[in-house]
């Protein structure tokens, strides 16, 4: 009984595999001064040489881009990239960087779709993300307008929209959407409940992608935390991951 239970816990805790077998990761906030995440250059620079630590050869960070906190323009986004990759390369760090756009689906966003070109990653990935309050009352209607204009819609960390259940994701992914969780929910951070929902979405393997969602120094320290987790595991011999195909 004694080696069954030994078993038993090895399988809950795994030898750690590092992040490296994804390369990339898809969701972050390192552009300094622009949103929630970095404050500084000092700080995503300490960000991206943990995030190369942890594995990553390649990061695509993803500024908010909200109508009312955070205004960020392609430009603006686009700028704050090119800072990072200059210090990056006076400091002889290397790692590839890109920048894309984590954008909320607000009153203001439907029109972004016909007048702005979104920034997008790999084959036309588009990073969206939702209220925590409640679902928007268009949004599969503006899922199909995304698709008609040719994106393909990547849910971000839809296990902590406590409003959505599993036939709720099942819908999404018939509709073409792509989930994305952070691996901050595989270890339980947000709640036992977003936790449990996580693993449920990688037992029945509706994972496309996985997200470090990366805001500051503290989020950094958790992610090896993830890497002996039964649920990464189950992730990465699910097939199903898209991280290192970009």
Partial sequence: MFNW???????NNLSPIDFSSI?????SHLIPGIDDG???MDTT???IKRMKELG???LITSPHVMSDFYKNSNEIILKGLDDIRSELKAQNIDIEIDAVAEYYIDYDFENKIETEKLLTFG???LLVELSFMEVPKNFFDIIFKLQLAGYKVVLAHPERYNYFQMKDYEDLIN??????INWLSIIGYYSPQIKKKTEELISKEMVSFIGSDCHNMNHAKLYSKCQSKTSWHQLL???KLLNHKL
């Avoid at 390369?23 to 969701?27: C, R, S």
């Fill in 38 to 40: 970095s404050p500084d």
């Fill in 45 to 47: 620079i300490n960000l």
């Fill in 56 to 58: 990553f050869s390649k």
């Fill in 123 to 125: 084959s036309n990935y």
């Fill in 175 to 180: 509709r073409g959407v792509f989930l994305q």
């Fill in 237 to 239: 011999e699910s097939g």
């Fill in 5 to 11: 239970f030994t078993k038993r816990n090895s399988k």
């Fill in 23 to 27: 390369k990339t990761d898809i969701h």
